[in-house]
């Protein structure tokens, strides 16, 4: 039988059981209390600094598009500027794929500017870039520029291996503009180098491709480059035939610097045939150079005039033309 003193030694035992279990428990809920405040004070801690990181990559974004639009407007010095600080911003938050896009628009305003090294500094570097993140697209584009940059600093063959790795990329991408204007290229780097029978392939390539992809501006220019080539091939009647369907071309599409190119070139072929027709195209054409204030096409024709008025032993008018100011 149960007495007294025993009975209450067990239900003393329990009330001490039961204590311990509470402390226990209370014990337990206090760390996970804590830890619960440790992770809502470090959660409260990242947020501020992601909003930063969102908020510089939208400022990164911004500036690049203000880059953009200022080489869109020719004020390369302000496209410069801009995409400087974009490229800070981004190598600051480590964002490999801005960082490329900063590079490349810092090359492009670069080589507008005739800096031609630090232009392809900058598209080295945005090439690395696009190689170590695997894109395609951004490598290709940096091809392209490089291209550009050392067919100006009469770097033939090393602008003829970029500009083949460019067209590589474009047919990759299945970017038929890309191409048409990689084929372009080309044809001018040959033409420059007088290799005209290459140069007229690729004329011919690029404007199948301006065709298809129903850009008529560049398609017709096609044409004026090749109107010229023929000449230098001896094939005057092609050339004939393809400028009077370029000039014809570009007036149905009302695009006056068009007109003007293929007046300039006309003017180009009928030189040595018929020179008083020739210096009247050249003049048709300076009126439209003058009228869009082109200063380098403009001193371009004034010198071609000066060279036909010469040759007609019109010395007087060939120097006013010589040292007309554009």
């Not at 480590?94 to 507008?112: D, S, T």
């Not at 301006?210 to 004026?224: L, Q």
Request: hydrophobic content about 45%; glycine content about 4%; charged content about 20%.
């Amino acid at each position: 039988m149960w007495n007294v003193d025993s009975v209450r030694r067990r239900l003393a035992r329990g009330v001490q059981q039961y204590a311990l279990v509470v402390l226990l428990l209370s014990c337990v809920s206090g760390v996970e209390l804590m830890l619960s405040c440790f992770c809502a004070w470090g959660q409260s801690a990242a947020q501020p600094e992601n909003l930063a990181a969102a908020h510089d990559s939208l400022e990164i974004q911004r500036l690049l598009e203000l880059a953009r639009h200022a080489l869109q407007q020719t004020d390369y010095p302000r496209a410069d500027s801009l995409a400087s600080q974009a490229l800070y911003l981004a190598e600051d938050l480590q964002q490999l794929h801005l960082q490329a896009h900063a590079l490349r628009l810092i090359g492009i305003a670069k080589r507008r500017l005739d800096r031609y090294d630090e232009a392809l500094s900058a598209h080295a570097r945005s090439l690395a870039l696009a190689e170590r993140l695997n894109d395609l697209y951004l490598k290709t584009l940096a091809q392209g520029n490089l291209a550009l940059i050392y067919h100006s600093k009469g770097f033939y063959e090393k602008a003829v291996v970029h500009n083949f790795l460019a067209l590589k990329g474009y047919e990759e991408l299945n970017d038929n503009s890309g191409a048409a204007i990689t084929l372009n290229n080309l044809a001018i780097i040959y033409s420059d180098q007088k290799r005209y029978d290459d140069a007229l392939a690729y004329y011919q390539r690029a404007r199948l491709l301006f065709e298809e992809i129903a850009d008529t501006m560049k398609s017709i220019s096609t044409m004026i480059s090749t109107a010229s080539l023929y000449k230098h091939l001896g094939k005057p009647t092609l050339a004939f035939d393809s400028i009077a369907i370029a000039l014809k071309r570009a007036q149905a599409f009302g695009d006056s610097m068009l007109i003007a190119d293929a007046l300039s070139t006309m003017g180009d072929l009928y030189k040595e045939e018929h020179p008083r027709f020739a210096i009247a195209c050249k003049h048709d054409a300076l009126a439209i150079y003058q009228h869009f204030s082109d200063i380098p096409s403009q001193t371009l024709v004034l010198r071609d005039i000066a060279a036909l008025l010469l040759s007609r032993n019109q010395a007087t008018h060939a120097l006013d033309y010589a040292t007309k100011k554009s």
